[in-house]
Structures are given as structure tokens and as C-alpha cells.
């Protein structure tokens, strides 16, 4: 057999490393007295881990879901300090974690247990406190014993306060007042422990809440992380660009129907372009009738449902021709457009488009 096929769909991610630098350089710009966790989990978003960490290399550490991913990055010689925001579930996890000298995110006292079995450990931990996300985290009532548990543990050498907001992406958001001041509270208890809460959209609009460390996703890969401003109003620059190709143009009469459910009906003769992009290559399949996708400088509506494999766009006014470049999202069209008109969040897009083309990124 000659060479291997490692592209075997149209569609296509590319990743703009320069793009992802930019965006540290206005995390920076933000936050400018704060060091910076880049968040680099689930794949980095699905731009690549790996290519996320270069790219990144000025921040000051990054941030994990998981002990497996950190272990990877590891692995690949990052050297730089490593975050996991699940923390561990078990002795075994603990172990490898501290061997490798990576930071858990401490959230519920069975780990406190395990860290205080664990004699022959030493490492850092981040104590995540539940300000009213209810999701992961100690809470309020626990918090100030927890931490004083940390800092008499003998396998701990630091200990750091963190948090998270459920609303941030609402600036006005009642939540955000409450959350941060139950933190800033706690924090008074502690002042000489280091401490983190802001995600991208507090880091841009509650200026207060920056710390010693901010915690940014997704603006570093140029989506906003607020309603009412979009990406380029914050100069920030898309990193991932998915782009495809025109399979065929059909010339439909009035009244024929299009794609599976036969939803969409064309109202005059027409041109209906067939791209090849579709659910399985991460193109979400609830982007509605209207989305736009980018054909020859022209913003042409989505048509119908998305199949697996491709997608209708409508072609009136638009010169497009069998084999021509489209754009699913990237510069020339915004991933939060899309997502909006998906009824989904750009986080969802992305580490759904990354995720079955790694080995297609250059
Ligand atoms: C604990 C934690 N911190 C920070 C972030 C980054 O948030 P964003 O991508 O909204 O900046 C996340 C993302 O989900 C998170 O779970």
C-alpha cells in the first residue's frame, strides 16, 4: 500500500497559532497585574493540546480537566506548571499526579482524606469553593476548616483558593455580585493564600475579580465570552478555521423540497449548493434554516437539516462553482454566528469540529 490517508473527509481544521498568541497578548492586556492559566482542556477546546501549549507558551500555567490529560502534557515535555480541575479520584490518581509534580483542584473532602493518608506525597492544590455554581467545590459552610485542613497536611505544600462563575457571560447577572463577594469574603480569612476566579468573561468585565490568577478558555480561541459583544469588538482573532468544499450545485424547480424531512421547499427555480460538511464532521446538526455559511465572499443561508456527510446551502446571486473553498467558520465568518444560530455556544462547536481532525492540523 503507498502512503496512509490521513485526511479521509472534505471538511477540514486548521488551527492560526499566531491568532492563539494574539489572544494571550490581550488576556494580558485585561488582566495585566494577573498571572494566566490558560485553559487548555478537552483538547484544548478541540484545537489540539499540543499545538495549544506552543502556541501559549507565555502563560503561566495551564489548566486540565482531567489527571489523564495533564499526564499527557506532561508526557510531551511541558514543563510549565499543570492545573486539574477535576482534581483525583483515587490514591492512584493522587500518586501519579504528584510524581509528575501536577496541581489537583481539591472540591470535596474525600480528597482531603486521601491527601492525608498519603504521607509520602508533596504538592500543590488548588481548593475550589462552591460560591453558588453548585456544581463542583467545597461549600461555604466548609470552607474556611477545608483550607485549614490543606495547610496542616504534611503532603501539601501550598495550598490556593479558587472559584467559578455560573453567569459571568451576563455582566449584569445578579449571581456575579453574590458569587464574588462570598469569595472575596472567604479570601479575607486567607489573604496571604493565593486565589483565582475569573474565567474570560469575568476577566473582561469585572476587573475586581482578577486576583492573582485568571483563568481564560474560550476568548484565547477568539470566540466572545460575552452576549453583547462580539469577538472582533474585543480584538480577538478566530484560531480555528473550518473550511470545506462544494460537492455539486443543483438547479431545483419551485416547489421542490430539500434534505432529509423534506423541510425546506424552494420558492422559485434556483440554485441550491451541497457542501461537504455535515454532523459527522462536527458541523452541528441543529444549526437552523438561515445559518450562514461562506461561499465566494457571500454569506449563503443553510437549507433544510444538515446530513451526516453535507449540508444545502442556497446559491441565488452567488458565483459558485463544483469544488469550491467554503467556510463552515473562521475569519471570514464567526463561530459565535453560528452557534447562535445552532441554539448552542461556541465552546460546543469547536471541541466538536476538533475532535475527529486532529491528524489533519498542520
Ligand atoms: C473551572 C474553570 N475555570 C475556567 C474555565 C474557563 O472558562 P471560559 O472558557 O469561559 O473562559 C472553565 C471552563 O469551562 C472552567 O471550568
Redesign the pocket.
Known amino acids: 500500500m503507498s502512503a496512509m490517508k490521513t485526511h479521509t473527509r472534505i471538511a477540514r481544521v486548521g488551527i492560526d497559532a499566531e491568532a492563539l498568541r494574539h489572544n494571550l497578548q490581550r488576556v494580558r492586556a485585561f488582566s495585566p497585574n494577573s498571572k494566566v492559566?490558560a485553559?487548555i482542556?478537552a483538547n484544548a477546546?478541540g484545537h489540539g493540546v499540543q499545538i495549544a501549549a506552543n502556541a501559549l507558551s507565555d502563560a503561566d500555567a495551564f489548566?486540565l480537566?482531567t489527571p489523564n490529560e495533564a499526564i499527557f502534557l506532561r508526557q510531551l515535555g511541558v514543563s510549565k506548571p499543570l492545573i486539574v480541575?477535576q482534581g483525583f479520584l483515587t490514591i492512584e490518581e493522587l500518586i501519579a499526579l504528584a510524581d509528575l509534580n501536577i496541581q489537583p483542584?481539591i472540591h470535596q473532602s474525600e480528597q482531603i482524606d486521601l491527601l492525608e493518608q498519603c504521607s509520602d506525597v508533596k504538592l500543590n492544590v488548588w481548593l475550589?469553593i462552591d460560591t453558588g455554581m453548585h456544581r463542583?467545590g467545597m461549600s461555604l459552610k466548609v470552607a474556611e476548616s477545608s483550607c485549614h485542613r490543606l495547610q496542616v497536611c504534611t503532603s501539601v505544600s501550598e495550598v490556593r483558593l479558587?472559584s467559578?462563575f455560573a453567569n459571568?457571560?451576563e455582566p449584569d447577572h445578579p449571581m456575579n455580585y453574590e458569587q464574588w463577594s462570598a469569595f472575596s469574603h472567604l479570601h479575607e480569612t486567607f489573604k496571604q493564600v493565593e486565589a483565582s476566579m475569573a474565567?474570560?468573561?469575568a476577566?473582561i468585565t469585572m476587573p475586581n475579580s482578577h486576583l492573582q490568577w485568571v483563568?481564560?478558555?474560550?476568548?484565547?480561541y477568539g470566540s466572545s465570552?460575552l452576549k453583547n459583544k462580539t469577538a472582533s469588538e474585543l480584538d480577538l482573532k478566530p484560531v480555528m478555521q473550518f473550511e470545506s468544499k462544494l460537492l455539486a450545485v443543483q438547479s431545483l424547480k419551485q416547489g421542490d423540497k430539500i434534505g432529509y424531512g423534506s423541510t425546506w421547499q424552494c420558492p422559485e427555480d434556483m440554485k441550491v449548493g451541497v457542501v461537504a460538511a455535515g454532523y459527522a464532521d462536527g458541523y452541528p446538526r441543529h444549526a437552523r434554516t438561515g445559518t450562514p455559511v461562506w461561499i465566494n465572499n457571500s454569506l449563503c443561508p443553510l437549507l433544510g437539516r444538515v446530513s451526516m456527510d453535507s449540508l444545502c446551502v442556497d446559491l441565488r446571486g452567488v458565483d459558485a462553482k463544483i469544488n469550491e473553498r467554503v467556510v463552515l467558520w473562521g475569519k471570514e465568518l464567526s463561530v459565535d454566528v453560528v452557534a447562535e444560530h445552532a441554539g448552542t455556544i461556541a465552546?460546543e462547536l469547536l471541541c466538536h469540529a476538533g475532535a475527529g481532525f486532529m491528524s489533519s492540523v498542520e
Open positions: 492559566i485553559v482542556k477546546y489548566a480537566a480541575l483542584v475550589k463542583l479558587m467559578h459571568a457571560d474565567n474570560s468573561a476577566l483563568r481564560p478558555g474560550i476568548m484565547l465570552p465552546y
